[in-house]
């Protein structure tokens, strides 16, 4: 495949055809009526990624539908397409199912026209002055005048002293996601989880669904699930005022001050939505450091709620004791004869458990050092790209231009979605991503518009410029 840039018309080259895609095509299309516009993404479904092509329908979104459009502008978008096309009865504070969620974005993304789609993988990337040119796995080129990494999340880091026998065996998962990892699994069998986030949630939910009745441990640092929504007043204000001085510690102080003056502490979260990264980046680097080391889960836990229904599922479990969590870090699994010896270290020192399967639920990998995309690999190898400032991610401006290796902003490369984790606290949930896509419309715009003006001072005869210049 063999695709190159049409002459006299700009091309915008999509890399990753999820959520974080398909909406940047769909707003730029809206604002771009001539621009080519190419998707380009190895899934033959564009608008799903990983979270939304769960095929389970008890992995509810975490956002209820009053506040999760894909449309900024039109923030009952989602819930009127929700009450049309499947719940008639859904409210605005209804959690859908993610699958179904996807079945919306693909019904906006089905509104934008004259979108191409490639199925490819890019594998490399390279940027002359003005334009970028992408190689594919079977060896085809695109020619675009700009690029937008939409990769969405990848697999999750390597944990420590996992066996490379477990792995072999099947006794230990590194994909929460995969088919595999709920294959050939007795019903009764024991499974040790490794993370207590969302990921966990999500595969203690897919266990019960596929018919899985064994005990489940989930094992982690801090030995904490989410919480769960629950019904609230919103706050008239944000919890932590705009001037509040850029620490850690008068950040809390803030946030403490407006639980205790009666706003409920669900309110208080939540009036942070639209400030978040603004007050990160106003924080030093050394603050965003400690805000990572002391800070980090118990902001992810009141944050990143449970749905109400899957909360009531948990709470069962855990009162029933089918689902227990241990405090501890992970030092090793390997194969027993049972399955797996899962080695920790806990408070009261070293711990040994045995189960039938291990899986890693410690949400995708943050490094893209490491993780498996010969793209990024090359971008980083080429110093067209650089983790942020903490290490992870892709370092980026505030508006998502990529900072190569000497900290100069692209002109040609953008990101958006999991990857600006490089530099902000919030970019994986709807309300981000969805402004992501919107601003970035809008700078590609604009700029695609000058470009074309000023192609067009450059084509005018020399007659008609002096002409213009005597004006």
């Not at 001037?243 to 409920?264: D, P």
């Not at 899962?342 to 399967?357: F, I, K, N």
């Amino acid at each position: 495949m063999h695709t190159v840039s049409r002459p006299g018309t700009k091309t915008v080259a999509i890399i990753g055809g999820g959520v974080s895609g398909a909406l940047t095509a769909f707003h730029l299309r809206k604002n771009s009526k001539d621009v080519r516009i190419v998707v380009i993404d190895p899934r033959p479904e564009l608008g799903l990624g990983l979270a939304y092509s769960t095929p389970s329908m008890r992995h509810l979104l975490n956002v209820p539908a009053g506040k999760i459009s894909a449309l900024p502008a039109e923030p009952g978008h989602f819930l009127e397409w929700l009450r049309n096309t499947v719940d008639p009865e859904a409210t605005e504070a209804t959690f859908a199912p993610r699958a179904v969620f996807g079945r919306y974005i693909r019904a906006v993304f089905s509104k934008a026209s004259n979108i191409e789609q490639l199925q490819a993988e890019v594998i490399d990337l390279g940027v002359d002055s003005d334009t970028a040119t992408l190689k594919f796995k079977d060896g085809g080129l695109l020619t675009a005048d700009y690029v937008v990494l939409a990769t969405g999340n990848f697999d999750p880091a390597a944990l420590p002293g996992i066996e490379v026998a477990a792995v072999e065996n099947g006794v230990y998962c590194h994909n929460a996601w995969s088919d595999a990892t709920y294959a050939s699994l007795p019903k009764d069998a024991s499974v040790t989880l490794i993370g207590t986030g969302l990921t966990g949630i999500d595969v203690v939910l897919r266990l019960r669904e596929v018919g899985h009745t064994g005990p489940i441990t989930a094992v982690s640092r801090h030995g904490v699930f989410p919480n769960r929504h629950a019904a609230c007043r919103m706050a008239v204000c944000s919890a932590i005022p705009a001037n509040t001085a850029a620490t850690c510690v008068s950040y809390l102080r803030a946030l403490r001050a407006a639980i205790a003056s009666g706003i409920e502490w669900r309110s208080a979260i939540d009036s942070l939505r639209s400030t978040t990264n603004d007050l990160w980046l106003a924080l030093p680097l050394k603050e965003q450091k400690r805000f990572r080391r002391h800070l980090q889960r118990r902001w992810d836990v009141v944050r990143h709620r449970m749905a109400p229904p899957v909360a009531d599922i948990i709470e069962r479990e855990l009162a029933a004791g089918t689902l227990r969590i241990t405090k501890g870090h992970l030092v090793g699994v390997s194969l027993a004869a049972d399955g797996a010896r899962v080695t920790l270290r806990t408070a009261e020192g070293p711990s040994e458990t045995h189960a039938a399967r291990v899986i890693n639920c410690t949400g995708p990998g943050m490094n893209y050092r490491r993780v498996a995309s010969p793209l990024l690999q090359s971008l980083f190898a080429q110093g067209l790209a650089a983790s942020g400032p903490l290490g992870g991610g892709l370092n980026t401006t505030r508006y998502g231009a990529l900072l190569d290796g000497q900290g100069q902003a692209s002109s040609l490369l953008f990101n958006l979605g999991p990857g600006r984790l490089g530099t902000l606290l919030e970019s994986i949930a709807i309300p981000e991503i969805r402004q992501q896509a919107v601003e970035l419309a809008v700078i590609l715009d604009g700029r695609l518009r000058r470009q074309v003006a000023a192609s067009r001072i450059q084509l005018q005869p020399a007659s008609q410029l002096l002409s213009s210049a005597a004006v």
